[in-house]
């Protein structure tokens, strides 16, 4: 896999989870957008951090909205999994299957999405723990973990980011997926770590 930027969902100071957002990151080039998947009070699919109250742009929508793009990708970042075989099954009416993937997948969402969404992939959420990064046995533990719960890579907080993190993943064949970076200075040093992919509010500014 070849680097990647996603636009975090609200990017350039859209509106969170709407239809401006997937277009604003378009717009500025961004190979990939994110959105937060979550499930109104019927089970459908909607763009939504929290609790759908109601309005929320539905998956349907979204989907249909980057099938006008070629190419482009979405990072569907899930809060809520009770319905997740809807996802793969509306990504292929729009014929971008291929093209979606997942974070938010914690180790206790790992069961669930591999048997309702076996085609997509993911990343696994994980906490990271800075004071433990120069420990060789720490990093296998957590590329073990990953794994175990077949995802292709990890996505965690660039607070926590190291170089000798990245490295020590791409020696074992998994992506490194790094969130969410908004200053530019922050985006250097992430940049320089080889990391395979980076989410920020600002894809203009890691753009250039």
Same mark, same amino acid.
């Given at each position: ?19 401006e ?5 378009a *717009? $500025? ?8 998947? /979550? ?6 699919? %909607?763009? &939504? ?13 979204? !989907? *249909? ?5 070629? /190419? ?6 899930? *809060? +809520?999994?009770?319905?997740l075989?809807?996802v ?12 979606? !993937? ?9 069961? %669930? ?8 992939? $993911? $990343? ?11 420990? +060789?046995?720490?990093?296998? &533990?957590?590329? /073990?973990?990953?794994? #175990? ?17 990245v490295? !020590? ?6 992506l %490194? &997926? ?6 530019e200075? *922050? ?5 320089? $770590? ?7 509010? /600002?894809?203009?500014?890691?753009q #250039?």
């Amino acid at each position: 896999m070849a680097f990647t930027y996603t636009a975090h969902t609200g990017c350039c100071k859209t509106k969170m989870n709407t239809l401006e957002s997937i277009e604003m990151g378009a *717009k $500025y080039g961004a190979p990939i957008i994110e959105f937060d998947l /979550n499930f109104d009070e019927n089970g459908n699919p %909607v763009l &939504s951090h929290d609790k759908p109250k109601g309005g929320e742009v539905t998956l349907e929508e979204a !989907f *249909k909205k980057v099938s006008e793009y070629e /190419n482009l990708m979405v990072n569907v970042d899930a *809060k +809520t999994y009770v319905a997740l075989q809807k996802v793969p099954a509306i990504a292929s009416q729009y014929g971008i299957l291929d093209r979606i !993937f997942f974070t938010g997948i914690g180790e206790d969402a790992v069961d %669930v999405t591999r048997k309702t969404a076996p085609q997509v992939e $993911y $990343y696994l959420n994980m906490s990271v723990r800075m004071p433990l990064m120069h420990s +060789t046995a720490y990093l296998q &533990s957590l590329v /073990n973990k990953v794994k #175990e719960c077949g995802a292709i890579g990890i996505n965690f907080n660039h607070k926590n980011a190291s170089r000798k993190l990245v490295e !020590f993943f791409h020696q074992n064949n998994l992506l %490194v &997926s790094i969130f969410t970076v908004d200053k530019e200075s *922050k985006m250097r040093k992430i940049l320089s $770590y080889g990391a395979d992919n980076i989410t920020t509010r /600002n894809p203009d500014v890691l753009q #250039e």
